[in-house]
């Protein structure tokens, strides 16, 4: 038993002995990395990094490192995920969520910095600097949008639908926006001109709501007056986001009330650059319910162009009457520069009656 635990004893002092000089090893690359790093050697300092963490994946501290580096060449993604693989590793890493606020600020994208650096309150001399800076720049130089769009619908063995929409939006800050909206349909022979007043607003991180009004008069096919309002709550932040909606709709035509209730969830993936949205839509006319379903998919295909495509079974209100359809659908969203934006859509509705193609084109201003 002696002879055991010398043995035992003697192995113990062996690996110490082994692991010490790797230990010293990991930290003297650590100090060098950081050293390059505050010295403005940046290459130096991403090649000692990426061979620490190829050694050692799990060291928070080096990732966070390499992160600030990759901030530092404004290689904003790579710096993005070893912020968040710290995170990962280190969930109450303050710097990490520091550095991932930092890309976004550089993105453009206040909304989202505040969105990381909010929670870490105020004692931090460098969050309140941060906050500070975010919280008296608006997201962007251009509070003011105006977006026009024409819309035309072929439908079987009948005469083709037109509808143009003129929006004009404000932000007043980096929480409240106003939106009007008028627009002006063709259907079957019979014109309306539907009006929008649009209220939105972002009470803190992860949590904001809707209000709208709107109304057409001597109304044929559109609401006579509506009524709407909903609310999103991001349950998880990040570019892994979890977003739960609850939306609410109260219309009146001429055949009588309408409401909408319609929650859903979005959730995004690849970094934020992707995500995926479901409603359940569930539609009240004259006491009878009838429910169905919409799924979509959006991804930002570069820094200016968004895809998105999807697919919809669920009630139609479009003329006032509901009508069960099943939708496929799909467009893009096109920065022709720094103020102008294209939008182009098309949609297939088979619907009870006859099926309906729709072509989208629009322009939009900021300014």
């Not at 909206?181 to 904001?208: C, K, T």
């Amino acid at each position: 038993m002696r002879c055991a635990l010398k043995l035992l004893g003697i192995a113990i002092l062996f690996l110490t002995a082994a692991q010490a000089p790797a230990q010293t090893q990991v930290q003297s690359d650590y100090d060098r990395a950081v050293a390059a790093r505050m010295s403005g050697r940046f290459d130096t300092a991403v090649e000692i990094l990426r061979d620490m963490v190829d050694r050692e994946p799990n060291h928070a501290d080096a990732r966070l490192q390499l992160g600030l580096v990759y901030l530092a060449l404004q290689r904003l993604d790579e710096a993005q995920l070893e912020f968040e693989r710290t995170l990962q590793l280190a969930p109450d890493y303050a710097d990490a969520r520091i550095g991932l606020a930092r890309v976004a600020e550089r993105r453009g994208d206040r909304a989202r910095a505040l969105e990381y650096v909010e929670p870490l309150g105020s004692e931090n001399a460098e969050v309140i600097d941060l906050l500070a800076r975010l919280r008296s720049v608006p997201p962007s130089v251009y509070r003011t949008r105006l977006d026009v769009d024409l819309a035309a619908a072929a439908l079987e063995g009948q005469p083709d639908w037109r509808e143009a929409s003129v929006g004009l939006s404000h932000r007043w800050n980096d929480k409240s926006s106003a939106t009007a909206r008028i627009e002006a349909s063709r259907r079957f022979g019979l014109d309306d001109v539907y009006g929008e007043l649009r209220v939105d607003h972002r009470f803190g991180p992860g949590l904001s709501a809707w209000l709208a009004v709107g109304g057409t008069p001597s109304a044929d096919f559109r609401p006579s007056w509506q009524l709407g309002a909903g609310i999103a709550g991001r349950v998880r932040g990040g570019p892994k986001a979890t977003v739960f909606t609850f939306d609410v709709v109260q219309a009146s035509y001429r055949n009588g009330d309408i409401q909408t209730v319609t929650p859903g969830v979005e959730q995004y993936f690849a970094d934020g650059k992707a995500w995926a949205t479901l409603r359940w839509i569930n539609v009240l006319e004259n006491g009878d319910h009838r429910s169905g379903w919409l799924a979509r998919g959006d991804l930002m295909a570069g820094s200016r162009l968004r895809l998105f495509a999807g697919l919809a079974d669920a009630p139609d209100l479009s003329e006032g009457v509901v009508v069960d359809t099943f939708s496929v659908f799909g467009g893009l969203a096109a920065d022709l520069g720094e103020r102008t934006i294209l939008r182009f859509s098309l949609a297939h509705d088979e619907r009870q009656g006859s099926d309906r193609l729709t072509v989208s084109v629009g322009l939009g201003w900021r300014f």
